[in-house]
């Protein structure tokens, strides 16, 4: 299949284009990107792969929600689109996936939805704190997590779904051990490209460095007993989304937000500690001064990441 070919076959989310995608085309596609990604241009087709996802469940769930609904999609078997997945209103725990046996599923769509991943039935223990953005969805979704310098990716396993808690609920934060934690944040897809390197161990608020002007993919290290906080303003107040490892698609932040409408996490400014931030802010980052300090100047501040007194 030609690459042409390949963008024909994608939905056209606004409906202007004629070419109906169905079943059989999705089919072709599926089997062009798995001939590619076993071939050795997989490194460089791993951004396409993603961009190809989120345009593709865009295209197939348009019109399949109304804007109050609390529906999520679920895909259980890896030869159906995410527009033939079942649905879950996760208002309330859902204690099983029945369309998934063992837990492990092959899409998930959320449309901007806050929803709580239990990989046990019930609602009961860890969980991811998903917030993906409005538009995006993961086929073959993978988690992340790393021993040392190792990678350890697997199949997202998803037993039972609810509703995410108050952002300043304590649950959310459960079994963290405040232990420190190293961030490295990567400009590129797939953790390729430059790295930046944060050591989240105080309770302050960290911000991202510059040229750091966008993040694609993030490594945290430690285990699931580690949480942080991105953040869409330098002060780490306004909007938030939690991570830890082995939580899903953490070479692709593009498909997260912050916990709303068009805060993406691929533009956070500020890193914490999970539950540091709730309901309170360190001063703003300090604006540019209107006259150049001089050569040889060192500024200090009373807070980490450039804030405060100066």
Not at 164 to 192: I, S
Not at 234 to 253: I, S
Not at 279 to 294: A, F, L, M, Q, R
Request: proline fraction near 6%; charged fraction near 20%.
């Amino acid at each position: 299949m030609h690459i042409s070919h390949l963008c024909s076959l994608i939905p056209d989310p606004t409906g202007n284009r004629s070419h109906k995608f169905n079943q059989r085309h999705f089919y072709q596609l599926v089997s062009y990107l798995n001939n590619i990604m076993q071939s050795s241009h997989r490194k460089i087709f791993t951004f396409t792969l993603s961009i190809f996802v989120v345009i593709l469940t865009l295209g197939l769930s348009k019109g399949s929600f109304n804007q109050e609904s609390q529906t999520i999609q679920i895909l259980s078997h890896p030869l159906l689109t995410l527009a033939e997945a079942h649905d879950y209103d996760v208002s309330t725990c859902k204690p099983v996936i029945y369309n998934a046996p063992g837990g492990y599923v092959n899409g998930i769509k959320n449309r901007g939805i806050c929803v709580n991943i239990y990989p046990a039935d019930n609602c009961t223990g860890w969980f991811t704190r998903l917030t993906y953005g409005e538009h995006s969805g993961a086929y073959l979704p993978q988690t992340y997590r790393w021993d040392g310098e190792d990678l350890m990716n697997r199949t997202l396993q998803i037993a039972s779904v609810g509703p995410c808690f108050d952002k300043c609920d304590a649950r959310n934060w459960q079994d963290d051990r405040r232990e420190a934690v190293k961030v490295t944040l990567y400009d590129d897809y797939g953790f390729q490209g430059n790295a930046t390197n944060i050591n989240v161990d105080s309770d302050e608020c960290i911000l991202i460095p510059p040229p750091s002007g966008r993040l694609l993919s993030m490594k945290i290290s430690g285990d699931r007993n580690c949480c942080i906080e991105l953040h869409s303003a330098p002060n780490c107040g306004e909007e938030f989304t939690q991570f830890r490892p082995d939580y899903p698609e953490l070479r692709t932040m593009y498909f997260w937000n912050l916990g709303a409408k068009d805060t993406y996490a691929a533009h956070a400014r500020a890193v914490s500690r999970c539950g540091q931030f709730c309901d309170k802010s360190v001063p703003e980052i300090n604006p540019e001064s209107g006259t150049s300090p001089g050569k040889k100047v060192v500024t200090f501040y009373s807070h980490p990441g450039y804030y405060g007194i100066f």
